[in-house]
């Protein structure tokens, strides 16, 4: 059945996105941007050691001066409820003015709130704060053997351990990925405003809203359904609003103690030790093979930083025991406590990491065996998934090689590195391979037509910048057959149908399912009004006017189905770098990049492309420029701002092509779409590393790849 009113739903090249002219006239409102009434300010001031007690606060100045209404420390802030409880584990989340001890530099030691933001930065500068220092570590290179095994974790061990080492060819090499840290254009900000002594809304940056309601309901001790979370535009967030952090935590507080609403607006330098960052990370990797290039054996070993107060780990290595088909596999992941913040999930979380060691592993592999890299992975190309057996829903990575090479001129690539220049700069060619689990969780929709034959979706789910309300207009107006500027579509609150935080690339999977099978629900309920299984000659809106209903809604759940379990299911990449290198000044230039996506059908074509040119981009900061600093003798960052925390620009951008092999998966979801999220950027770094080396003979191992390391 569709509506008669619009045969074809959607322009042939692809939706615009639905919320792109709010953004760009300024008219979308983000968490920093509500004004309610008597709304008040509050900063943050940090702790200027790295390790020790806090002995006294002297905070009069800062009390006294102009429009301050209030200094919390951690000797008069009013107590957490649920910080009042012991932790579950020995180690837990840090509890922000808990007690006087000072995990790592720049902690928050007290929150100044007054009647300007002008007037809390200044008086926050006047708070001062004697210490008792002790010892500490930031630096993971030199603590390596502190390492310990995550508590839980064990090492994984398929065949025979350490088996590479008995093969006819075998490389071994150490890599190292430093601290990469979040900077989306957005900063994190919240307004928190109680209503009485138990209800509370906030508006708050995260990936979740209903994640933000359960996190903060727990830590005051309030009915999840008392705290209402808004958060309908999000200024671009990789996994850092991922969690509720102590600035969103000491901003509910400090509304309650003094009865006024609070925005809490983090400084730039702030977002360096607040809101967590891609690990620094240590790894070896030893690869063995046959002289035709079969694998014998992977030993993969990772070390990656935490802090000490809390344990996180991420899957650095499970990338090496699912990428290729070898009958010896082997893991190891040790956690280093340092005196350093909490890192937090990075888009393609761990599996961004390991990519560089297996990937450029690989590379290192095929010039010893003088195999082509492309070669050498479809030779180890796995055709059941390796961990379990399984059949895969589906998988056309061999398509990808193939588009991807063409795309970028493979044929042309010398196998000799520092063979090849154009116009006297150096010329190489480089890939890697990503990969991360698909996946589909539960999601609730209520989708409403009107009379007038608009559709109306609602949803609770966050959209961090991929345009998840362009995919789920796609997804209605394909099924429906109504026209795009027909359909509106609500999200970012707590108030709304349940669905999941975004991240680990499923929120299409998932809530797109539950979209489809509304509308779905909706025609059904439509053929049954109009008396005819085909519907007639009547419009949607005919349909509903000849019954005198204003409306007809469904609220529909919608969850994976059992028959997907029998499946292993994985989105894929390729990504291919074409780089120039001058030769005198060791200048990198990125000539041409192209990424292919194995993610099943393609719902959202340009918000798609967006998405691998977005990843893209963030892989060629984490293989060329990215790196934050700690000056280990004081355990403090030394470029915690842009001017010297380098992100590509403009100029850095060069032509980017943005591939899909779109073929659906038939057994994920009613599209046959996988997520694509994290393998925009997992093997992007592991593609420059490997382009690098193939125009200068130098393999860089530590990075980013600066000037100074190939000159």
Known sequence: MENK????????????????????????????EYNTKGLVYGVLAGSTIT????????????????????????????????????????????????????????????????????????????????????SFQTDLKSNISAGVSPRNGKDYVKGQEDAYKTAPVKIEQEYILPTDVHNPMELHAIIANWDGDDKLTVWDKTQGVLGTQRSIAQAFKLDPKNV??????????FGAALRTWQHEIAAVMAAKALKKPVKLVLSRAEMFTAVGYRPYTWQKMGLGATTDGKLVGITHEASGQTSMYEDFTEGTVNISQLMYACPNV??????????????????????ATGAIALECGMDELAYALNMDPIDLRVVNHADTDPQTGKPYSSKFLKDAYQLGADAIGWKNRNMKPASATENGWLVGYGMGTGMFGAYRGAATVLAR?????????????????????????????????VAADKISVKIGDSALPPSPTQGGSSVTSTVGSAVNDACVQLKEKLKELSGNAEGGNLSYAQILQAHNLPQLEVTVTSKSSPEAAKYAMYSWSVHFMKVLVHPTTGVVKVDKAVSVADCGTIVSPKTARSQIIGGTIMGTGMGLMEEAV????????????????????????????????????PYINPMGAKGMGEIATIGVAAALANAVFNATGKRVRDLPITPDKLI
């Open 449 to 481: 037509l009107l009379a007038d034959g608009t559709l109306d979706l609602e949803t609770a789910v966050t959209d961090i910048g991929p345009g998840t309300g362009t995919a789920m207009t796609n997804i209605a107006s394909e099924v429906m057959g």
């Open 330 to 351: 082997n893991t190891r992941y040790r956690l280093v406590s340092l005196n350093v913040n909490t890192p937090t999930p990075m888009r393609g979380p761990g599996e």
């Open 5 to 32: 009113t619009k045969k074809s739903a959607l322009p042939a090249e692809g939706l615009d996105r639905v919320d792109g002219r709010m953004k760009v006239t300024g008219r979308a409102k983000y968490s920093a």
């Open 228 to 237: 209402h979370v808004i958060s309908p535009f999000v200024g671009g967030a």
């Open 51 to 134: 390790s020790g007690t806090i002995k006294t606060i002297d905070a009069k100045a800062a009390e006294n001066a102009p429009g301050v209404l209030a200094v919390y420390t951690y000797i008069n802030s009013p107590k957490i409820p649920g910080y009042q409880d012991p932790p579950v584990q020995p180690k837990g989340p840090f509890r922000i003015f808990n007690d006087n001890k000072i995990y790592f530099n720049g902690q928050p030691v007290a929150l100044v709130v007054a009647d300007t933001f002008e007037r809390a930065q200044y008086a926050a500068t006047l708070i001062k704060v004697a210490y008792d220092k002790t």
């Open 630 to 665: 700690i000056d280990h003798r004081y355990g403090r960052l030394v470029n915690n701002d842009f001017a010297n925390y380098h992100v590509p620009i403009q100029a850095d951008i060069p032509q980017l092509e943005a591939l899909f092999v779109n073929k659906p998966d």
